[in-house]
């Protein structure tokens, strides 16, 4: 489906209905889309990335629709295969084609796409401009947005930034602009949580990067188009800040009801405690919810059993997996419930050493709490409280 972004800018991406895990982590849970820009100038006709590869015959479709018989070139923001996976396709139906990227990703491509030669690239640097005729392209590095060599690019005349994953949303919908903004905050929330979180302070760099333009559109490459982008900025302002909600994320898992008793009484005194809480059954939950509530919670609690002389491998999954999204928690607790042994602690701070909350605590309970155990639960967290109040 071509659809008109602007004067000689066109959609020509694929949306991806069916898709439900994304880098096999990743839930989809209303599909994704892999946008790619055409855009139409006097001299020079550009396409802005690719698509998946399983989209490819949607991309030519789409360009044979719009009469598109030459490419001069491919602009490649992004290396990740969702948006370059069709890049060696394109290039041998359009051979004249040159990929214009940053050199960074030009290394990542070549590694990735064995197809690719070095002469069918044109590096660019940061700043610089591609005059396309009535149309100029403007190149903004901006790195972590996914990846190191992740950019965006300005089209002059008509102030659209494309930002590729930047400020993107996993889902698939025939809008091509925003119309539910609450969906699309909560989608674009849940996508930021689980790929651009931890990359947080160099988006903050990025942001602020961006000051100098006037953008009047954000097209990014999943996602529909932000034509208010005010929207979006001050949501990612307000994500990458350095304040936190007073809020707790409790997550857990209970084999046989200790665990389980020991999230009753957490929750219940982050609850009198004037906190909100979320509370994640870890056996039942899908991880990218647990990655949104994340976003902005000033508390994480994981509380769970030992099984097989350690701590259960779900919750070491989600402490492992946590620690690689780097929330901005300023209190982290551990709870953990042991028949023998004891030392599943360590294993749970073995890997979370990325995060810097301000309070660290660390509990055993041996079997069922009782009123001593108890007791010690509602001190631990008093302690994660004061920190956010
Ligand atoms: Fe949409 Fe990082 O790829």
């Not at 800018?9 to 790619?36: C, H, K, M, Q």
């Not at 890997?351 to 309070?359: K, N």
Request: glycine share 6%; aromatic share 8%.
């Amino acid at each position: 489906m071509v659809r008109k972004v602007a004067e000689r800018v066109f959609s020509v991406g694929a949306i991806d209905w069916d898709r439900r895990l994304f880098d096999e982590l990743i839930p989809l849970p209303d599909g994704t889309s892999y946008n790619s820009y055409l855009l139409m100038g006097n001299d020079k006709v550009v396409l802005l990335d690719t698509v998946d590869p399983s989209k490819e015959a949607e991309l030519f479709a789409n360009l044979e629709e719009l009469g598109v018989d030459r490419i001069d070139y491919v602009v490649a923001h992004h290396a990740e295969q969702d948006h370059s996976g069709a890049l060696p396709a394109v290039l041998r139906r359009y051979p004249m084609a040159k990929v214009v990227t940053n050199a960074k990703c030009k290394e990542f491509l070549m590694d990735l796409l064995p197809e690719l030669e070095e002469d069918q690239f044109m590096v660019i640097e940061d700043g610089s401009r591609l005059p396309l005729g009535g149309l100029t392209l403007q190149f903004v590095f901006t790195p972590w947005v996914h990846w190191p060599e992740t950019m965006s690019s300005y089209l002059e005349e008509e102030g659209i930034l494309f930002s590729c994953d930047f400020f993107g949303s996993h889902t698939a919908t025939t809008d091509l602009f925003v119309r539910d903004e609450c969906k699309v905050l909560a989608d674009a929330k849940r996508y930021y949580a689980e790929i651009m979180m931890p990359f947080r302070l160099q988006i903050r760099k990025n942001l602020e990067r961006l000051a100098q333009y006037e953008i009047k559109m954000i097209a990014p490459s999943h996602g529909p188009v932000y034509d208010r982008p005010g929207l979006i900025l001050s949501a990612y302002r307000q994500w990458i800040s350095d304040e936190v909600e007073k809020k707790a994320v409790v997550a857990y898992v209970s084999m046989h009801g200790s665990s389980s008793r020991v999230v009753d009484v957490v929750v219940d005194r982050f609850a009198e405690k004037g906190i909100s809480v979320s509370r994640v059954n870890l056996t039942v939950a899908d991880l990218g919810e647990l990655a949104m509530e994340l976003v902005d919670a000033g508390a994480l609690v994981m509380v769970g059993p030992y099984v097989l002389a350690g701590v259960h491998p779900t919750l070491m999954h989600t402490a492992y997996l946590v620690n690689a999204l780097r929330p901005k928690v300023k209190a982290l607790g551990v709870i953990l419930s042991y028949g023998w042994g004891g030392l599943g602690a360590k294993q749970i701070s073995g890997v979370t050493g990325s995060l810097r909350p301000e309070v660290r605590m660390e509990l055993l309970i041996k079997g069922h709490p009782k009123d001593r155990d108890v007791a010690e639960i509602k001190a631990l967290v008093d302690s994660m409280v004061s920190v956010l109040v």
